[in-house]
């Protein structure tokens, strides 16, 4: 795999529909920033969704990746906080925290919508030998001892993402939460509704090992959209009333008129899917109390950053949260990318969540 001096190499999307290993520059390091080494890698649906769907359009010899932990390398010299060789959490959203919307709260949107989500989508990705972090102070945290590599690759973007679909959400105590889509990111939204206090978790899937481990996180209910709509199936264990709240972390442009169907006036909608496919969503106006329902919809791009990476680390590391059930397939060395990422395309049923090792 090594390529060595100022070369190295990188797992690919050499264009859509079309994946594959290039070599590269080794990535320059500004200075405030940081040069890093994985020490293990996740592959993501939306790398699924950036490659096979052209989700964000083309993209030529963009190396992949957005999820790891690693191994910093080299630091820039205005860098006050990491140092070569220091362990780190790596966020899949890496703002620009000087911009004008991070100033705003929005620091994930820094520089333009989604701007923040720089790795596999505006600069090369993380499945390299080496790749560039911004902003390193800003962005990096260090790895605490308790967290073994690959649960810290979970907390690049599974469990952030699945508990920012709460916030959206705006979870209370006590609220009846439906949570669509149980995939790694939905399961991180179920066990953030436990955490935030609900009352009732219901679950939308299919695939029994996303539903065992729903049950585990707190899922007190589960609906199979194969044996019938999920409006109806979720008025029915309501018995006519609705959820107070919908999490969308799977299903397509559609899943948002089911959601509206059930959520309370007054409720809200927090949507974390990523949409691969569609042209529009479509709101069902009578449901939606013709446009007065007060059903709010808000769908986002987790936060990135530092004091992220450390509070959700700190859940991990204090027991608070088991990230464990999530990697159903870990391999080991660089040779065996190509494998991970295809199972990440074809999803076996007993498919979770596939890691790559790279530590001895």
């Avoid at 220091?86 to 966020?91: G, H, I, M, S």
């Avoid at 695939?207 to 007190?220: H, I, L, M, S, T």
């Avoid at 769908?299 to 991990?316: H, I």
Wanted: with cysteine.
């Amino acid at each position: 795999m090594r390529s060595g001096g100022m070369y190295m190499k990188g797992f690919a999307m050499k264009k859509i529909g079309e994946v594959g290993w290039v070599e590269k520059a080794r990535p320059v390091c500004g200075p405030m920033d940081a040069i890093c080494k994985p020490l293990a890698i996740a592959i993501c649906t939306s790398d699924v969704h950036t490659v096979w769907e052209g989700a964000v359009g083309e993209r030529t010899d963009m190396i992949l990746g957005h999820e790891c932990c690693a191994e910093v390398v080299e630091v820039g010299e205005l860098v006050k906080d990491f140092k070569a060789g220091d362990r780190v959490l790596v966020p899949a959203i890496t703002p620009e925290w000087n911009s004008l919307e991070a100033q705003a709260g929005y620091a994930m949107h820094s520089g333009g919508m989604l701007a923040g989500w720089k790795f596999s989508n505006i600069k090369d990705g993380v499945f390299s030998e080496f790749f560039h972090v911004n902003d390193a102070d800003g962005n990096l945290a260090k790895l605490p001892k308790e967290i073994n590599v690959v649960d810290a690759c979970m907390l690049s973007d599974m469990v952030p993402t699945g508990f920012h679909g709460v916030e959206l959400a705006d979870v209370k105590f006590g609220d009846v939460v439906l949570v669509i889509g149980i995939g790694p990111v939905g399961l991180m939204s179920v066990a953030g509704a436990r955490l935030r206090g609900a009352s009732r978790i219901i679950a939308v899937g299919s695939r029994p090992v996303c539903v065992e481990v729903a049950k585990k996180y707190g899922a007190d209910d589960i609906v199979n959209y194969k044996n019938g709509s999920i409006e109806e199936q979720v008025m029915k264990l309501t018995s006519g009333k609705g959820v107070d709240c919908v999490i969308i972390a799977g299903g397509t442009v559609d899943t948002f008129a089911s959601a509206v169907r059930v959520v309370k006036p007054g409720g809200h909608i927090g949507s974390v899917n990523y949409l691969g496919e569609g042209d529009y969503v479509k709101i069902p106006r009578i449901e939606w109390g013709v446009g007065m329902g007060h059903k709010s919809i808000n769908g986002g791009l987790m936060p990135g950053g530092r004091l992220r990476m450390e509070k959700l680390g700190a859940l991990v590391s204090s027991g608070k949260l088991d990230v464990s059930l999530l990697a159903t397939h870990v391999f080991h060395g660089w040779q065996e990318v190509p494998k991970a990422v295809q199972i990440m395309k074809d999803k076996p049923k007993d498919l979770i969540k596939p890691v790559v090792v790279f530590e001895e």
